[in-house]
Protein backbone atom coordinates (compact mmCIF):
# COMPACT_ATOMS: atom_id res chain seq x y z
CA UNK A 1 0.00 0.00 0.00
CA UNK A 2 2.87 2.40 0.89
CA UNK A 3 4.47 1.77 -2.86
CA UNK A 4 0.56 2.61 -4.08
CA UNK A 5 0.86 5.95 -2.36
CA UNK A 6 3.64 6.46 -3.82
CA UNK A 7 2.68 6.08 -7.26
CA UNK A 8 -0.64 7.84 -6.85
CA UNK A 9 1.12 11.09 -5.93
CA UNK A 10 2.31 11.21 -9.43
CA UNK A 11 -1.07 12.06 -10.01
CA UNK A 12 -1.17 15.31 -7.80
CA UNK A 13 -2.18 18.41 -10.10
CA UNK A 14 -3.54 16.11 -12.81
CA UNK A 15 -6.58 14.96 -11.79
CA UNK A 16 -8.06 17.40 -9.97
CA UNK A 17 -11.32 17.59 -9.55
CA UNK A 18 -10.76 13.93 -9.28
CA UNK A 19 -8.62 12.17 -6.38
CA UNK A 20 -5.00 10.78 -7.08
CA UNK A 21 -4.83 7.20 -6.78
CA UNK A 22 -2.91 4.58 -6.91
CA UNK A 23 -2.59 0.77 -7.32
CA UNK A 24 -0.12 -2.08 -7.24
CA UNK A 25 -1.09 -5.88 -8.18
CA UNK A 26 1.13 -8.38 -6.81
CA UNK A 27 1.24 -12.55 -6.60
CA UNK A 28 0.11 -14.47 -3.80
CA UNK A 29 3.53 -14.39 -2.22
CA UNK A 30 3.33 -9.98 -2.93
CA UNK A 31 5.47 -10.17 -5.82
CA UNK A 32 5.10 -7.33 -7.85
CA UNK A 33 3.43 -7.65 -10.91
CA UNK A 34 2.36 -4.31 -12.05
CA UNK A 35 0.92 -0.94 -10.78
CA UNK A 36 -0.73 2.26 -11.97
CA UNK A 37 -2.28 5.40 -11.37
CA UNK A 38 -4.76 7.91 -12.17
CA UNK A 39 -2.97 10.34 -14.65
CA UNK A 40 -5.01 12.23 -16.07
CA UNK A 41 -8.61 13.56 -15.40
CA UNK A 42 -11.08 12.20 -17.49
CA UNK A 43 -8.47 9.34 -18.17
CA UNK A 44 -8.50 5.54 -16.84
CA UNK A 45 -8.13 5.15 -12.95
CA UNK A 46 -5.70 3.73 -10.97
CA UNK A 47 -6.82 0.42 -11.27
CA UNK A 48 -7.75 0.17 -14.90
CA UNK A 49 -4.11 1.28 -15.08
CA UNK A 50 -2.95 -1.31 -13.54
CA UNK A 51 -5.11 -4.02 -14.64
CA UNK A 52 -4.01 -2.93 -18.18
CA UNK A 53 -0.35 -2.77 -17.61
CA UNK A 54 -0.77 -6.79 -15.56
CA UNK A 55 -3.07 -8.45 -18.63
CA UNK A 56 -3.71 -12.30 -17.50
CA UNK A 57 -1.27 -11.77 -14.23
CA UNK A 58 -4.38 -10.94 -12.64
CA UNK A 59 -6.24 -14.29 -12.67
CA UNK A 60 -5.86 -14.96 -8.75
CA UNK A 61 -3.33 -11.53 -8.26
CA UNK A 62 -3.85 -9.29 -5.40
CA UNK A 63 -4.74 -5.42 -6.17
CA UNK A 64 -3.51 -2.83 -3.96
CA UNK A 65 -5.81 0.23 -4.12
CA UNK A 66 -5.53 3.23 -2.14
CA UNK A 67 -9.07 4.46 -2.58
CA UNK A 68 -12.37 1.92 -2.63
CA UNK A 69 -12.70 1.51 -6.43
CA UNK A 70 -15.89 3.27 -8.08
CA UNK A 71 -19.37 2.01 -8.69
CA UNK A 72 -20.98 4.37 -11.06
CA UNK A 73 -20.68 5.22 -14.14
CA UNK A 74 -19.20 8.67 -14.67
CA UNK A 75 -16.61 9.55 -17.20
CA UNK A 76 -15.77 5.93 -17.29
CA UNK A 77 -17.22 2.57 -16.55
CA UNK A 78 -17.21 1.31 -12.93
CA UNK A 79 -14.26 0.36 -11.98
CA UNK A 80 -15.64 -2.11 -9.42
CA UNK A 81 -17.09 -4.14 -12.13
CA UNK A 82 -14.11 -4.58 -13.65
CA UNK A 83 -11.81 -5.55 -10.75
CA UNK A 84 -14.16 -8.33 -10.49
CA UNK A 85 -14.07 -9.03 -14.30
CA UNK A 86 -10.22 -8.98 -13.58
CA UNK A 87 -10.53 -12.20 -11.35
CA UNK A 88 -8.37 -10.84 -8.31
CA UNK A 89 -8.46 -13.16 -5.37
CA UNK A 90 -7.84 -10.41 -2.48
CA UNK A 91 -8.75 -6.83 -2.81
CA UNK A 92 -6.92 -4.42 0.01
CA UNK A 93 -8.54 -0.97 -0.51
CA UNK A 94 -6.83 2.49 1.68
CA UNK A 95 -9.94 4.09 1.93
CA UNK A 96 -13.29 4.50 1.21
CA UNK A 97 -14.74 6.93 -1.26
CA UNK A 98 -15.99 10.10 0.39
CA UNK A 99 -17.95 10.67 -2.70
CA UNK A 100 -21.32 10.48 -1.89
CA UNK A 101 -22.38 8.32 -4.72
CA UNK A 102 -20.11 5.98 -4.14
CA UNK A 103 -19.26 5.63 0.08
CA UNK A 104 -19.25 1.85 0.18
CA UNK A 105 -21.04 0.89 -2.67
CA UNK A 106 -17.32 -0.36 -4.61
CA UNK A 107 -16.47 -2.55 -1.43
CA UNK A 108 -20.20 -4.00 -0.99
CA UNK A 109 -19.91 -4.58 -4.89
CA UNK A 110 -16.27 -6.58 -4.72
CA UNK A 111 -17.59 -8.53 -1.74
CA UNK A 112 -20.72 -9.49 -3.26
CA UNK A 113 -18.76 -11.08 -5.80
CA UNK A 114 -17.14 -13.41 -3.63
CA UNK A 115 -13.90 -11.83 -3.25
CA UNK A 116 -12.19 -11.22 -0.11
CA UNK A 117 -11.85 -7.47 0.29
CA UNK A 118 -9.62 -5.67 3.44
CA UNK A 119 -10.24 -2.01 4.01
CA UNK A 120 -8.40 1.04 6.44
CA UNK A 121 -4.72 -0.28 5.49
CA UNK A 122 -2.75 2.86 5.69
CA UNK A 123 -5.81 4.51 6.12
CA UNK A 124 -4.45 7.72 7.65
CA UNK A 125 -1.98 7.82 4.49
CA UNK A 126 -5.11 7.29 2.03
CA UNK A 127 -6.96 9.99 3.73
CA UNK A 128 -4.21 12.40 4.04
CA UNK A 129 -3.65 11.77 0.06
CA UNK A 130 -7.18 12.50 -1.09
CA UNK A 131 -7.75 15.87 1.91
CA UNK A 132 -8.25 18.39 -0.94
CA UNK A 133 -11.02 16.21 -2.78
CA UNK A 134 -12.52 15.08 0.58
CA UNK A 135 -13.42 18.47 1.71
CA UNK A 136 -14.25 19.32 -1.69
CA UNK A 137 -17.07 16.11 -1.51
CA UNK A 138 -18.09 16.56 2.19
CA UNK A 139 -18.07 20.31 2.43
CA UNK A 140 -18.31 21.66 -0.90
CA UNK A 141 -15.23 23.90 -0.41
CA UNK A 142 -11.74 23.62 -1.74
CA UNK A 143 -8.83 23.25 0.35
CA UNK A 144 -6.92 26.29 1.73
CA UNK A 145 -3.57 26.68 1.78
CA UNK A 146 -1.83 29.81 3.33
CA UNK A 147 1.62 30.89 1.91
CA UNK A 148 4.47 33.43 3.28
CA UNK A 149 7.62 34.35 3.30
CA UNK A 150 8.77 36.09 6.83
CA UNK A 151 11.59 37.13 8.02
CA UNK A 152 13.56 35.78 11.30
CA UNK A 153 11.74 37.81 13.27
CA UNK A 154 8.37 37.17 11.90
CA UNK A 155 8.04 40.06 9.45
CA UNK A 156 6.28 39.83 5.95
CA UNK A 157 7.38 43.22 5.21
CA UNK A 158 9.08 46.08 6.44
CA UNK A 159 7.35 49.01 8.18
CA UNK A 160 7.14 50.60 5.15
CA UNK A 161 5.74 48.11 3.57
CA UNK A 162 8.70 46.81 1.40
CA UNK A 163 8.65 42.92 0.86
CA UNK A 164 11.33 42.47 -2.09
CA UNK A 165 12.25 39.78 -1.38
CA UNK A 166 12.21 38.34 2.04
CA UNK A 167 12.87 34.40 0.63
CA UNK A 168 15.62 33.69 -2.20
CA UNK A 169 15.31 32.53 -5.30
CA UNK A 170 14.75 29.05 -4.65
CA UNK A 171 12.01 29.84 -2.88
CA UNK A 172 10.23 31.74 -4.91
CA UNK A 173 10.77 29.02 -7.34
CA UNK A 174 9.17 26.33 -5.28
CA UNK A 175 6.39 28.93 -4.87
CA UNK A 176 5.95 29.02 -8.70
CA UNK A 177 5.88 25.00 -8.25
CA UNK A 178 2.88 25.85 -5.81
CA UNK A 179 1.38 27.56 -7.83
CA UNK A 180 1.19 25.05 -10.86
CA UNK A 181 -0.64 23.06 -8.57
CA UNK A 182 -3.39 25.03 -7.68
CA UNK A 183 -7.06 26.14 -8.95
CA UNK A 184 -7.37 29.36 -7.62
CA UNK A 185 -4.37 31.98 -6.12
CA UNK A 186 -5.96 34.57 -4.10
CA UNK A 187 -4.93 37.75 -2.45
CA UNK A 188 -5.95 40.88 -0.97
CA UNK A 189 -6.09 44.70 -1.72
CA UNK A 190 -3.24 45.41 0.06
CA UNK A 191 -1.03 43.29 -1.55
CA UNK A 192 -2.21 44.06 -5.23
CA UNK A 193 -1.33 47.96 -4.35
CA UNK A 194 1.76 47.07 -2.68
CA UNK A 195 3.54 44.53 -5.03
CA UNK A 196 1.83 44.77 -8.37
CA UNK A 197 1.57 41.10 -8.61
CA UNK A 198 1.03 39.14 -11.99
CA UNK A 199 0.00 35.60 -9.63
CA UNK A 200 1.09 32.98 -12.48
CA UNK A 201 3.16 29.89 -11.97
CA UNK A 202 6.59 30.79 -14.24
CA UNK A 203 7.48 28.15 -15.39
CA UNK A 204 3.56 26.93 -16.24
CA UNK A 205 2.81 23.98 -13.77
CA UNK A 206 0.06 20.87 -14.32
CA UNK A 207 -2.73 23.24 -13.80
CA UNK A 208 -3.41 27.03 -14.50
CA UNK A 209 -5.44 29.22 -11.37
CA UNK A 210 -8.05 31.47 -11.79
CA UNK A 211 -6.17 35.03 -9.91
CA UNK A 212 -9.04 36.50 -7.32
CA UNK A 213 -8.36 39.91 -5.23
CA UNK A 214 -10.59 40.21 -2.53
CA UNK A 215 -11.20 44.00 -2.25
CA UNK A 216 -14.08 45.60 -1.07
CA UNK A 217 -14.28 47.99 -4.08
CA UNK A 218 -12.07 46.72 -6.54
CA UNK A 219 -9.65 49.94 -6.38
CA UNK A 220 -6.35 48.06 -6.14
CA UNK A 221 -7.05 46.87 -9.59
CA UNK A 222 -6.07 49.05 -12.18
CA UNK A 223 -5.46 49.35 -16.03
CA UNK A 224 -1.47 49.18 -15.96
CA UNK A 225 -1.58 46.99 -13.27
CA UNK A 226 0.18 43.51 -13.69
CA UNK A 227 -3.02 41.71 -13.20
CA UNK A 228 -4.71 43.36 -16.35
CA UNK A 229 -2.37 43.25 -18.23
CA UNK A 230 -2.24 39.81 -17.86
CA UNK A 231 -5.97 38.86 -18.20
CA UNK A 232 -4.84 36.87 -21.14
CA UNK A 233 -2.89 34.48 -19.42
CA UNK A 234 -5.09 32.95 -16.82
CA UNK A 235 -9.27 34.39 -15.77
CA UNK A 236 -9.01 37.03 -12.77
CA UNK A 237 -11.92 37.42 -10.27
CA UNK A 238 -12.65 40.21 -8.14
CA UNK A 239 -14.08 39.47 -4.69
CA UNK A 240 -15.77 42.57 -3.70
CA UNK A 241 -18.76 44.04 -1.50
CA UNK A 242 -22.26 43.61 -2.93
CA UNK A 243 -22.59 46.98 -2.48
CA UNK A 244 -19.57 48.01 -5.18
CA UNK A 245 -21.24 45.75 -7.44
CA UNK A 246 -22.73 49.17 -9.50
CA UNK A 247 -19.76 51.36 -9.39
CA UNK A 248 -18.28 52.91 -12.78
CA UNK A 249 -14.52 51.41 -11.69
CA UNK A 250 -15.86 47.18 -11.11
CA UNK A 251 -18.18 48.14 -14.56
CA UNK A 252 -15.14 48.88 -15.89
CA UNK A 253 -12.99 46.19 -14.76
CA UNK A 254 -16.07 43.92 -16.06
CA UNK A 255 -15.65 45.31 -19.54
CA UNK A 256 -11.95 44.56 -19.29
CA UNK A 257 -12.56 40.80 -18.50
CA UNK A 258 -12.49 40.57 -15.08
CA UNK A 259 -15.03 38.27 -13.67
CA UNK A 260 -17.15 39.94 -11.06
CA UNK A 261 -18.03 38.01 -7.91
CA UNK A 262 -20.04 40.10 -4.64
CA UNK A 263 -20.28 39.34 -1.41
CA UNK A 264 -23.58 40.41 1.09
CA UNK A 265 -21.71 39.78 4.36
CA UNK A 266 -19.90 42.37 6.11
CA UNK A 267 -18.40 40.29 8.75
CA UNK A 268 -14.61 39.82 7.32
CA UNK A 269 -14.65 35.77 7.75
CA UNK A 270 -18.02 35.19 6.69
CA UNK A 271 -17.64 36.81 3.30
CA UNK A 272 -14.28 34.56 2.66
CA UNK A 273 -17.04 31.69 3.85
CA UNK A 274 -19.10 32.74 0.64
CA UNK A 275 -16.38 33.08 -1.52
CA UNK A 276 -15.14 29.61 -0.79
CA UNK A 277 -18.43 28.85 -1.35
CA UNK A 278 -18.80 29.37 -5.03
CA UNK A 279 -15.16 28.21 -5.67
CA UNK A 280 -16.28 24.64 -4.15
CA UNK A 281 -19.44 25.40 -6.65
CA UNK A 282 -16.80 25.61 -9.28
CA UNK A 283 -15.14 22.49 -8.27
CA UNK A 284 -12.29 24.49 -7.47
CA UNK A 285 -9.97 21.77 -5.13
CA UNK A 286 -7.42 23.71 -4.50
CA UNK A 287 -6.32 27.55 -3.60
CA UNK A 288 -3.31 28.69 -2.64
CA UNK A 289 -3.85 32.53 -0.36
CA UNK A 290 -0.46 34.76 -0.98
CA UNK A 291 -1.26 37.64 0.82
CA UNK A 292 -0.61 40.36 3.33
CA UNK A 293 -1.64 40.31 7.35
CA UNK A 294 -5.62 41.45 6.14
CA UNK A 295 -6.71 38.74 4.30
CA UNK A 296 -4.60 35.98 5.87
CA UNK A 297 -6.24 37.27 9.32
CA UNK A 298 -9.63 37.03 8.01
CA UNK A 299 -8.87 33.66 6.45
CA UNK A 300 -7.52 32.47 10.43
CA UNK A 301 -9.98 34.10 11.89
CA UNK A 302 -12.39 32.02 9.28
CA UNK A 303 -10.80 28.57 10.19
CA UNK A 304 -10.84 28.72 6.41
CA UNK A 305 -7.31 27.31 6.55
CA UNK A 306 -6.21 23.70 6.12
CA UNK A 307 -2.55 23.88 4.99
CA UNK A 308 0.17 26.21 5.42
CA UNK A 309 3.46 26.84 3.71
CA UNK A 310 5.58 29.44 5.22
CA UNK A 311 9.63 30.17 4.24
CA UNK A 312 11.14 31.70 7.29
CA UNK A 313 14.59 33.92 5.92
CA UNK A 314 17.17 34.30 8.32
CA UNK A 315 17.03 37.96 8.13
CA UNK A 316 16.27 40.38 10.54
CA UNK A 317 14.13 43.56 9.78
CA UNK A 318 12.29 45.03 13.14
CA UNK A 319 9.79 47.49 13.60
CA UNK A 320 6.66 47.81 15.95
CA UNK A 321 4.48 48.59 13.03
CA UNK A 322 6.34 46.31 9.96
CA UNK A 323 3.44 43.54 9.43
CA UNK A 324 3.58 39.85 10.84
CA UNK A 325 2.27 37.17 8.84
CA UNK A 326 -1.52 36.77 10.47
CA UNK A 327 -3.40 39.82 11.42
CA UNK A 328 -7.29 39.94 12.08
CA UNK A 329 -8.73 39.46 15.37
CA UNK A 330 -6.47 36.04 16.33
CA UNK A 331 -6.94 33.54 19.07
CA UNK A 332 -7.37 34.53 22.66
CA UNK A 333 -5.64 32.00 24.06
CA UNK A 334 -3.03 29.42 22.45
CA UNK A 335 -5.13 26.24 21.98
CA UNK A 336 -4.82 23.31 20.08
CA UNK A 337 -6.21 24.51 17.06
CA UNK A 338 -3.22 26.53 16.73
CA UNK A 339 -0.90 23.55 16.29
CA UNK A 340 0.33 22.41 13.02
CA UNK A 341 0.19 18.58 12.27
CA UNK A 342 2.77 16.54 10.04
CA UNK A 343 5.05 19.19 9.88
CA UNK A 344 7.71 18.95 7.26
CA UNK A 345 10.85 21.13 6.99
CA UNK A 346 12.84 21.53 4.01
CA UNK A 347 15.70 24.30 2.90
CA UNK A 348 16.01 26.00 0.47
CA UNK A 349 19.56 28.07 0.17
CA UNK A 350 19.14 29.10 3.30
CA UNK A 351 15.54 29.44 3.47
CA UNK A 352 13.81 27.47 5.95
CA UNK A 353 10.40 26.06 4.12
CA UNK A 354 8.08 24.90 6.97
CA UNK A 355 5.01 22.85 5.71
CA UNK A 356 2.03 21.21 7.15
CA UNK A 357 -1.69 21.08 8.18
CA UNK A 358 -3.52 22.68 10.78
CA UNK A 359 -4.82 20.27 13.40
CA UNK A 360 -8.54 22.09 13.34
CA UNK A 361 -8.44 21.49 9.55
CA UNK A 362 -11.45 19.19 7.74
CA UNK A 363 -9.51 16.37 6.62
N1 LIG B 1 6.05 38.25 2.63
C1 LIG B 1 4.94 37.77 2.11
O1 LIG B 1 4.77 36.55 2.00
C2 LIG B 1 3.88 38.72 1.65
C3 LIG B 1 2.84 38.22 0.85
C4 LIG B 1 1.85 39.11 0.47
C5 LIG B 1 1.91 40.42 0.88
N2 LIG B 1 2.94 40.85 1.63
C6 LIG B 1 2.99 42.25 2.08
O2 LIG B 1 1.85 42.46 2.88
C7 LIG B 1 1.51 43.83 2.77
C8 LIG B 1 0.03 43.93 2.47
O3 LIG B 1 -0.69 43.43 3.56
P1 LIG B 1 -2.20 43.88 3.80
O4 LIG B 1 -2.65 43.26 5.06
O5 LIG B 1 -2.27 45.34 3.66
O6 LIG B 1 -2.91 43.34 2.51
P2 LIG B 1 -3.81 42.08 2.09
O7 LIG B 1 -3.95 41.12 3.18
O8 LIG B 1 -3.25 41.59 0.80
O9 LIG B 1 -5.17 42.78 1.79
C9 LIG B 1 -5.96 43.26 2.85
C10 LIG B 1 -7.03 44.14 2.29
O10 LIG B 1 -7.97 43.36 1.57
C11 LIG B 1 -9.24 43.99 1.61
N3 LIG B 1 -10.28 43.05 2.01
C12 LIG B 1 -11.49 42.93 1.39
N4 LIG B 1 -12.20 41.98 1.96
C13 LIG B 1 -11.45 41.46 2.94
C14 LIG B 1 -11.67 40.41 3.87
N5 LIG B 1 -12.77 39.68 3.85
N6 LIG B 1 -10.72 40.17 4.78
C15 LIG B 1 -9.57 40.86 4.78
N7 LIG B 1 -9.30 41.86 3.90
C16 LIG B 1 -10.23 42.14 2.99
C17 LIG B 1 -9.13 45.11 2.61
O11 LIG B 1 -8.99 46.30 1.85
P3 LIG B 1 -10.29 47.11 1.38
O12 LIG B 1 -11.05 47.39 2.63
O13 LIG B 1 -9.71 48.25 0.69
O14 LIG B 1 -11.05 46.20 0.49
C18 LIG B 1 -7.85 44.83 3.35
O15 LIG B 1 -7.20 45.98 3.79
C19 LIG B 1 2.37 44.43 1.70
O16 LIG B 1 3.41 45.14 2.29
C20 LIG B 1 2.89 43.23 0.97
O17 LIG B 1 4.15 43.48 0.39
C21 LIG B 1 3.91 40.04 2.02
Redesign the pocket.
Known sequence: MQHALQVARQGLGHVEPNPAVGAVIVDENLNWIADGFHQKFGGPHAEIDAIAAAGERTRGAELFVTLEPCSHHGKTPPCADAVIAAGFRRVVIGCQDPAPHVAGNGIARIQEAGIDVAVGVCEDEAIDLIAPFRKLMLQKQPWVHAK???TLDGR??TRT?H?KW?SNEQSRAEVHRLRGHMDAII?????VR??NPTLTARPAGPRKAMRVV????G?SIVSDGNLLKTINEAPLLLCAAEASATSDHVKMLAGLGVEVFTTSKTD?SA??AQLLAELGRRNITNVLV?????????FFDGRHVDEVHVFVAPKIVGGTGA?SPI?GQGMAQVSEDASINSMLVQQFGNDLLIEGRLRSSAS
Open positions: WAMIAGSITGAGTADVDTDGRALEAGSGLLGSLG
